[in-house]
């Protein structure tokens, strides 16, 4: 989905310039994202199959819950709609644990490079992973 994303400087300060994401990957412009890792009290990690229909990295596995952050939209409410949007889970911002701001550059191709800031984020994950839901299927492909 094409939304419009906030444009950043190559050291993640906000330029007060917004383009859609599309263009923002074309032309290799900087730009905010999410990543938020869930865990378990027993050391475990959810991570999440990408889909076969994705630019970029299909079919491997990926961090549990990342997104592009909506122009305008706090850093928080984009991690908590990713959240509910990808898994069906819904948090509230405490829940979110934030371990950093990552910067990553990522030429793909002449024509998508993705130049983002990651928001990266712990949250415990409190619930069994079947009330999880799969975006893509009637029923939850977690094990």
Same mark, same amino acid.
């Given at each position: 989905?094409?939304? =419009?994303? #906030?444009?950043?400087? &190559?050291?993640?300060?906000?330029? *007060?310039? /917004?383009?859609?994401? $599309?263009?923002?990957?074309?032309?290799?412009?900087?730009?905010?994202?999410?990543?938020?890792?869930?865990?378990?009290?027993?050391?475990?990690?959810?991570?999440?199959?990408?889909?076969?229909?994705?630019?970029?990295?299909?079919? =491997?596995? #990926?961090?549990?819950? &990342?997104?592009?952050?909506?122009? *305008?939209? /706090?850093?928080?409410? $984009?991690?908590?709609?990713?959240?509910?949007?990808?898994?069906?889970?819904?948090?509230?911002?405490?829940?979110?644990?934030?371990?950093?701001?990552?910067?990553?550059?990522?030429?793909?191709?002449?024509?998508?490079?993705?130049?983002?800031?990651?928001?990266?984020?712990?949250?415990?994950?409190?619930?069994?992973?079947?009330?999880?839901?799969?975006?893509?299927?009637?029923?939850?492909?977690?094990?």
């Amino acid at each position: 989905m094409d939304e =419009l994303v #906030d444009i950043l400087d &190559a050291e993640g300060n906000y330029t *007060g310039k /917004t383009v859609m994401k $599309s263009e923002a990957h074309r032309k290799g412009l900087f730009h905010p994202t999410i990543h938020v890792w869930f865990y378990t009290k027993t050391a475990k990690v959810l991570i999440q199959l990408r889909a076969k229909n994705k630019d970029t990295h299909p079919l =491997l596995w #990926d961090v549990s819950v &990342a997104g592009h952050i909506a122009a *305008g939209e /706090t850093i928080e409410t $984009s991690a908590v709609r990713e959240i509910q949007e990808e898994i069906g889970l819904d948090i509230s911002p405490e829940d979110l644990n934030k371990i950093g701001v990552f910067k990553s550059v990522q030429e793909h191709s002449d024509t998508l490079v993705d130049c983002e800031f990651h928001h990266t984020y712990l949250c415990e994950l409190k619930v069994p992973l079947k009330v999880l839901k799969d975006r893509k299927a009637k029923s939850p492909t977690y094990n």
